[in-house]
């Protein structure tokens, strides 16, 4: 049969029936067979990465993508870790969500279950292959992944490893597979029948162009426009220490900052201290008219704050009160991540509170939001919607649930006739031992 991205998606929707009723075990044995996989093959990885570096460059491709696409040592490394974080973690199917006996001996429960067969399309990152397809193995789903072009050689060694890995550890066939050209995403789109879900990870025009062009559910994880508010109250050197690692930590992930906000009663003792140890890291500083007149920065114009640079640049705008700051993050930001640096409680309750993002901190840099760093093993992305998923996405964002209904005979003559009554009695949330 020819290996189309229809067929892929016919054999993925099987492997996903298969894999729904896997064991946790066999989950985790192929996770941990992944993890081998990549330690046994790192120089192969690393030499087909090598070359898609190298064609990246002579193409020139973006510093800040560049610097995603590379694998070194330390990358392998944390595809392994995370594999190996990820099995540990509790199966996430079968969880009981929801117990209530509806009538004597008729007995309802909500309970985790796969969503089916997913479909991802990512940058140009080559380890979010890994993280995004042992997610899927561990919650039970199926998965067709397509990378960034700049990275296909990398992809595509990981992806046999992959397969190999899960055969031998007993996983269904066709249980992932990798689409290699923008055709391939256009013909996915059409595949409704076969796939459940497609997670488009990418700017926010990208993403509706996905949901315009497909009758498939999109859980869209759009670009990480992120930003520090430095209050009134502050501890000047943890504010210093927090802005700076938000922003030059790693300039080229969707959770470094982007702006920063500072409260006009602080901005002359923190702007000076603050620009000085961000243009030892090489940033390039925009600032707003009051913001010139305190440091030496370039103007910022309205498509500053509009802006995801994924580089050594930061924009800076002073602000008469947290009110302004936070109707500035709604209206200018994507709803990622933002982080308040003030020592005032209420203050941060307040910003946590009333600023619409998945992600909302205090006094700590925006480079947390990570699903690895949140416990989750790894993540398919940071979504920035409100439904079924927010966040960084994990395991429990890949499933959905149904309702179990156990009886032993019940009709609803008898309840209509008075036979029988409803009780909604609650009951433990673990599924009865038949």
Known sequence: MEHTVQTMAQAARKAAR?????????????????????????????????????????????????NRLKVNETKCQRMIDGLH??????????????????????????????????????????DALVQISSLCLKSGNAVLLKGGREALRTNQVLTRIIKEAIEKAGVPAGFCDLLETREDVSEMLKLHQWIDLVIPRGSNAFVQYIMQN??????????????????????????????????????????????????RAVAADFLPVVAEKLKEKGTELRGDARTQSLIDCLPATEEDWQTEYLDSILSIKIVDSMEEAIEHINHYGSHHTDSILSTNTENAERFMTLVDSADVFWNCSTRFSDGFLFGFGAEVGIATGKIHARGPMGMEGLCTYKYRLYGNGQTLTELNNGDISLTHQDLPKTLPNL
């Open 85 to 126: 974080a990820l099995a540990k973690l509790p199966d996430p199917l079968g969880h009981v969500q929801y117990a209530k006996e509806l009538s004597q001996g008729l007995n309802l429960y909500r309970v985790a279950c796969p969503i089916g067969v997913i479909g991802v399309i990512f940058e140009s990152r080559p």
């Open 214 to 263: 497909s009758q498939i559910p999109v859980l869209g994880h759009a670009e990480g426009l992120c930003h520090m508010y430095v209050d009134e109250h502050i501890d000047l050197a943890l504010a210093v220490k927090v802005a700076v690692d938000s922003k030059t930590q790693n300039l080229s992930v969707c959770n470094a900052a982007e702006t920063m906000l500072v409260h």
């Open 18 to 66: 298969q894999l729904a009723a896997v064991s946790i075990d066999t989950r985790n044995a192929a996770l941990l067979a992944i993890a081998e996989g990549i330690t046994a093959h790192q120089e192969e990885i690393m030499a087909a990465n090598k070359l898609d570096v190298a064609q990246a460059t002579e193409e020139n491709l973006s510093t800040p993508l560049l």
